[in-house]
């Protein structure tokens, strides 16, 4: 193989060849040829770590839509459709909300998973405490809800599909 950088410069031009680097990103000649520059060897290190920061927002907001039932002892329950579910999940603080609930989840991996009990009020008065867990699938959005009640007969499971929301302004 023939040594290109031994080749001397015609006229102040580049020579182009696989050893010869661009004469605008590149130092003095030395004894080893020409070397980076220092200020494009940091750029060319943190544009990837700002590029791999950018990837992930801070918060997604997701419409969903779907049913909610209630878990009875006999199947007979009709559900009740869900539509427009407004659920935003927070990475920074890795919490899911919706409605009125704001719940911590465990991973952020293919399937989040969130679990947590929330003491609820209405109109002023203390409400029991209820349990809410769930998962929502990062790659098809189906999303599934259960909320367990201190009173066995109000636990209810919500089957969901969602979607990216768009913003309207």
């Known amino acids: 193989m023939r040594d290109y950088a031994a080749l001397p410069d015609l006229a102040g031009k580049i020579i182009a060849s696989p050893t010869r680097r661009c004469e605008a990103f590149c130092g003095e000649v030395g004894d080893r040829g020409k070397t980076m520059r220092p200020s494009y060897v940091v750029l060319m290190v943190a544009l990837p770590i700002a590029a791999v920061g950018a990837q992930q927002p801070t918060s997604i907001t997701l419409s969903c839509n779907g049913t909610s039932k209630l878990m009875t002892a006999g199947d007979d329950t009709k559900p009740d459709p869900v539509t427009n579910l407004g659920m935003i999940v927070n990475f920074a603080e890795r ?75």
């Open 95 to 169: 919490t899911v909300s919706f409605e009125s609930y704001h719940i911590p989840f465990e991973r952020a991996d293919s399937t989040m998973v969130f679990h947590g009990t929330q003491a609820m009020s209405y109109a002023g008065t203390k409400l029991k405490p209820v349990t809410v867990d769930g998962s929502v699938d990062r790659v098809t959005g189906a999303a599934s809800v259960t909320f367990l009640h201190e009173r066995v007969g109000d636990n209810s499971t919500w089957e969901l599909l969602c979607r990216p929301a768009t913003r309207l302004f």
